[in-house]
């Protein structure tokens, strides 16, 4: 059984940094492109931020250069550092490994406000 659990959002203010982690079980975690998505209140999920199994990122443009996608196959982690964090960044954020059709952790609440 697949499981994946998210860990590291909270409540900070605007400019800020949060770490997120996401740990998997049941899976050959190496083999998988791991990726990062988000839903804010009203809206749908999309994506933030990808990386393959051979450490190439994606990200989506209104994260570039703010945050940062990273794993650790030894660990079955992988993370999202998020810097210069804005309101506009609040959102349930969810682990996910294999696309869209793939698995889903059950996400974890970031909301940047002062």
């Known amino acids: 059984q697949v499981q994946l659990v998210e860990s590291g959002g909270g409540l900070v203010q605007p400019g800020g940094s949060l770490r997120l982690s996401c740990v998997a079980s049941?899976?050959?975690?190496?083999?998988?492109?791991l990726g990062w998505y988000r839903q804010a209140p009203g809206n749908q999920r999309e994506f933030v931020a990808d990386i393959t199994n051979y450490d190439s990122a994606n990200y989506v443009d209104s994260v570039k250069g703010r945050f940062t996608i990273s794993r650790d196959n030894d660990k079955s982690t992988m993370y999202l550092q998020m810097n210069s964090l804005k309101p506009e960044d609040t959102a349930v954020y969810y682990c996910?490994?294999?696309?869209?059709?793939?698995?889903w952790g059950k996400g974890t609440p970031v909301t940047v406000s002062s």
């Open positions: 049941g899976i050959i975690f190496r083999r998988y492109i």
């Open positions: 996910n490994i294999g696309g869209q059709g793939g698995y």
